[in-house]
C-alpha cells in the first residue's frame, strides 16, 4: 500500500511540469488528495487538494492560476500540472491521501497532517536557469 510520486526535475522559469502520484493498494475514491512541498529551511505548505466528496478543490495563493489537480480515477492516479514555473517553486513536492476528509487548510498547514494515511515520497522540482 503505498503513493508513488514521479515527474519532478529540472525547469527553467516560465517552464511547466506534471508531477504524478500513483496509488496502489487502495483506491483513492475515498480519499481527499493533496499536494504538499518542502523548500529548504522552510515549513511544509500545502499547495493543492481535492476533497474526498470531489466538491471542493483547494490552491495555495502562491500557485493560484499556474498550478491545476486532477484524478484519474481510472488510473487510480493524481496529478500536479505546473505552469509559469517560478524559482520560488523549488522544492520537494509530496503528494498525500486522507480518508474521507475535506480540504482545510490553516495559512498553508491542514488541519489534520498527523491523521493523514499515506504520504508519497518526495519528487524533487528545481526552477532554475
Known amino acids: 500500500v503505498q503513493l508513488q510520486a514521479s515527474g519532478g526535475g529540472l525547469v527553467q522559469p516560465g517552464g511547466s511540469l506534471r508531477l504524478s502520484c500513483a496509488a496502489s493498494?487502495?483506491?483513492?475514491?475515498?480519499?481527499?488528495i493533496m499536494w504538499f512541498r518542502q523548500a529548504p529551511g522552510k515549513e511544509r505548505e500545502g499547495v493543492s487538494c481535492?476533497?474526498?466528496?470531489?466538491?471542493?478543490?483547494y490552491y495555495a495563493d502562491s500557485v493560484k492560476g499556474r498550478f491545476t489537480i486532477s484524478i484519474d480515477n481510472g488510473k487510480n492516479t493524481m496529478y500536479l500540472q505546473m505552469n509559469s514555473l517560478k524559482p520560488e517553486d523549488t522544492a520537494v513536492y509530496y503528494c498525500a491521501a486522507d480518508l474521507a476528509a475535506p480540504c482545510i487548510f490553516y495559512s498553508g498547514s491542514y488541519f489534520d497532517t498527523d491523521g493523514m494515511d499515506y504520504w508519497g515520497k518526495g519528487t524533487q522540482v528545481t526552477v532554475s536557469s
Open positions: 481535492i476533497s474526498s466528496s470531489r466538491d471542493t478543490i
Open positions: 493498494g487502495f483506491t483513492l475514491d475515498y480519499y481527499a
